[in-house]
């Protein structure tokens, strides 16, 4: 039994397929927390998505869910996440069950050894889609470029981190925010370990989409100031509905 209070955050677009599932198993899992709380955030899905969200939302208290008011992206659902979380400690994770929620506790472990966040990264070396490969070196080579990233470390998007970091990246202003840039501005005290990632369920990634992302994460979180014309303006989000 683990005394301390868990958030989960899932980013949902067009999730109608998995996100019962993944509320069942997670719910098996966090029974043994202090308490916790499920955060669902729907990015405007094109699909059925918010009906199930309302109706977890009404079958169980601990299930929040938020509808945003047109389609920011994966990162601005994050980001809206984590600023209605409220337990000690977060976790993200995607939709599609590619993250085992069995892994969380090994999460919660790892942090509670002193670091402020634990990004686990896939254990399985081989199989990976050629885009998704290239788009993981891409993305670590901007990081090393505009951050102090600990070299060994890697990042993915299936992490914990702790309360202090969470109230940080929420400060996070401007139209357009990748959250492990966020949390890198705050904190190089970050660890991994290695999970088995299931097979995922579907994949928005291309090579012009990958080349868009990491052209708005370099044009924004350049000290450059040339690229003030670019950085992006505005609210990153806006919420429709919380049910």
Do not use: W
Request: one cysteine or more; a positive charge.
């Amino acid at each position: 039994m683990h005394d301390a209070g868990i958030s989960i955050v899932i980013p949902v677009y067009n999730g109608e397929r998995t996100i019962g599932e993944l509320v069942e198993k997670l719910v098996k899992v966090l029974s043994d927390f202090g308490e916790y709380e499920i955060i669902l955030v729907d990015d405007s899905s094109s699909d059925g998505s918010f009906e199930i969200i309302k109706k977890l939302a009404l079958e169980k208290a601990e299930i929040i869910g938020i509808s945003l008011d047109g389609n920011y992206g994966q990162q601005s659902a994050i980001l809206c996440g984590l600023n209605n979380a409220s337990m000690e400690y977060t976790v993200i994770m995607d939709d599609d069950l590619e993250h085992d929620p069995r892994d969380i506790p090994a999460l919660f472990m790892e942090i509670k050894r002193g670091c402020d966040v634990v990004y686990a990264i896939n254990s399985n070396k081989g199989g990976k889609p050629l885009v998704r490969s290239l788009g993981s070196k891409l993305r670590d080579t901007i990081f090393n470029m505009l951050t102090e990233k600990p070299k060994d470390v890697k990042v993915c998007s299936f992490r914990i981190m702790n309360r202090t970091t969470a109230d940080s990246v929420v400060k996070a202003g401007g139209g357009f925010v990748y959250i492990s840039m966020e949390i890198l501005r705050h904190t190089k005290n970050i660890r991994n370990i290695e999970v088995s990632y299931g097979q995922r369920g579907r994949s928005g990634h291309s090579l012009v989409k990958l080349a868009i992302l990491f052209a708005k994460i370099y044009f924004n979180y350049s000290r450059c100031r040339l690229f003030n014309r670019f950085r992006s303006t505005g609210p990153a989000y806006g919420i429709r509905a919380i049910v």
